[in-house]
Nanobody
């Protein structure tokens, strides 16, 4: 079964850290670039970071230097380490392949940055 399951979100104060995890089915994980996306209230979903099967990474400007995407082939899992979080990082975070497939969206994980 093809699926993606996100976890690790929560409420954190500005400046804090969280690590998100995305457990993927093996068939998806092994052959695709993976991405972390987010959707803030009232905004469109956006790609935050992506990682190729060779672990080449790319980030949007607003998270460069603060977020790190990584993948663990032994666990078929993609991570997003988020440091120095800001209120504008508040969103539901999703993983998907890159380029995305609409049929792969999971429930996402809520990240709220607030004091």
């Amino acid at each position: 079964q093809v699926q993606l399951v996100e976890s690790g979100g929560g409420l954190v104060q500005p400046g804090g850290s969280l690590r998100l995890s995305c457990a993927a089915s093996r068939i998806i994980f092994r052959i695709n670039s993976m991405g972390w996306y987010r959707q803030a209230p009232g905004k469109q979903r956006e790609l935050v970071a992506r990682i190729t099967t060779y672990s080449t990474t790319n980030y949007i400007d607003s998270v460069k230097g603060r977020f790190t995407i990584s993948r663990d082939s032994a666990k078929n899992t993609v991570y997003l380490q988020m440091n120095s979080l800001k209120p504008e990082d508040t969103a539901v975070y999703y993983c998907n392949i890159f380029p995305l497939r609409d049929d792969l969206w999971g429930q996402g994980t809520q990240v709220t940055v607030s004091s």
